[in-house]
């Protein structure tokens, strides 16, 4: 059964930091490519990241050059690393192996002073 268990999130400053976790299991994680998504309230779910079973990436033009997406193929786990956080960033984050029909639960990110 596949399962995505998100972490990390939690209340920043505006310009301070987050690493979220994407822990996986059920199926081969290394062979996928990952994506981060988010939604803000009353808002549909965007796209934020991507990176495929190769290690490249892709960002939205709204994070670029302040996040950056990364994999652990032993860990089976994906990691959002988020700097120089903005208010408009707050929102519920999620990951999703692309061709899964499969989300978790999300992780809450508040930026706010």
């Known amino acids: 059964q596949v399962q995505l268990v998100e972490s990390g999130g939690g209340l920043v400053q505006p310009g301070g930091s987050l690493t979220l976790s994407c822990a996986t299991s059920g199926f081969t994680f290394s062979n996928y490519g990952m994506n981060w998504y988010r939604q803000a309230p009353g808002m549909q779910r965007e796209l934020v990241a991507q990176?495929?079973?190769?290690?490249?990436?892709n960002y939205a033009s709204s994070v670029r050059g302040r996040f950056d997406i990364s994999r652990d193929n032993v860990k089976n786990t994906l990691y959002l690393r988020m700097n120089n956080l903005k208010p408009e960033d707050t929102a519920v984050y999620y990951c999703?192996?692309?061709?899964?029909?499969?989300w978790g639960q999300g992780t809450q990110v508040t930026v706010s002073s």
């Open positions: 990176i495929n079973f190769r290690g490249s990436t």
């Open positions: 999703n192996a692309v061709g899964l029909p499969r």
